[in-house]
């Protein structure tokens, strides 16, 4: 039973624009969430992160946000890059808990 | 500063063979964690281990087994590699349970293939 879902295996989008990245959970006892990108053959790297008790959380082109009555959150990247293609994983956590990945978003940004 | 280092980067086995895949960190990590990642799928933690002599059960543990004899070290080992196996195995390192802004470090993979 998957606990961090991002139902979009893929996106693309054109340079400049805006991406979003999508990401529902479904244990209420996260409490903490992050976004890792993932270029090939490298392991994850941390990109923001977010805590349960706010709702946006910014950090130059990219801005998390979290609505926890949906238990949803996405990742905007703005302005989208080329250097910004990769694999993009949400990741959640409560507690003292490892963390639990979603299967990742394949973004694509076109020149 | 080297952050988590994996040895080696590929490897294929036959079936039944057995190997361990190395981690070190040179943070002074107490976390340490292992993942594997199969073709479009997300990370699933195999083990973790929240400080030398500690280790825990992650999603998949079955057929791995791991030590903690030391902060920096954190093997993986397979006793009898089966086909199920053949994935990208991540080792991966955080100060604590929960760091606020910057998450786990991550190793850059070992491509395992199982024939």
């Known amino acids: 039973d998957q606990q961090v879902k991002q139902n979009s295996p893929s996106l693309s989008v054109q340079e400049g624009r805006i991406s979003i990245l999508n990401c529902d959970y479904t244990?209420?006892?996260?409490?903490?969430f992050l976004w890792y990108k993932k270029y090939p053959a490298e392991g994850p790297t941390f990109l923001i992160s977010i805590s349960s008790i706010k709702d946006k959380n910014e950090d130059g082109r990219f801005t998390v946000f979290l609505n926890k009555s949906a238990k949803h959150l996405s990742l905007h990247i703005v302005p989208s890059q080329p250097g910004d293609s990769a694999v993009y994983f949400c990741?959640?956590?409560?507690?003292?808990?490892?963390?639990?990945f979603g299967k990742g978003t394949r973004l694509s940004v076109i020149a | 500063n080297a952050g988590v280092t994996q040895t080696p980067k590929f490897r294929i086995l036959k079936i039944g063979q057995s190997m361990t895949l190395q981690c070190t960190q040179d943070m002074n990590h107490n976390y340490m964690y292992w993942y594997r990642q199969d073709p479009g799928m997300g990370l699933k933690l195999i083990y973790y281990s929240v400080g030398a002599g500690i280790t825990d059960k992650g999603e998949v543990p079955n057929g791995y087994n791991v030590s903690r004899s030391t902060t920096e070290d954190f093997p993986l080992r397979l006793e009898l590699a089966a086909p199920s196996q053949t994935s990208v195995y991540f080792c991966a390192s955080s100060l604590s349970d929960r760091q606020s802004n910057y998450g786990y470090t991550f190793g850059s993979g070992t491509r395992l293939t199982v024939v």
């Open positions: 244990n209420s006892m996260f409490d903490y």
């Open positions: 990741a959640s956590l409560s507690g003292n808990t490892p963390l639990v």
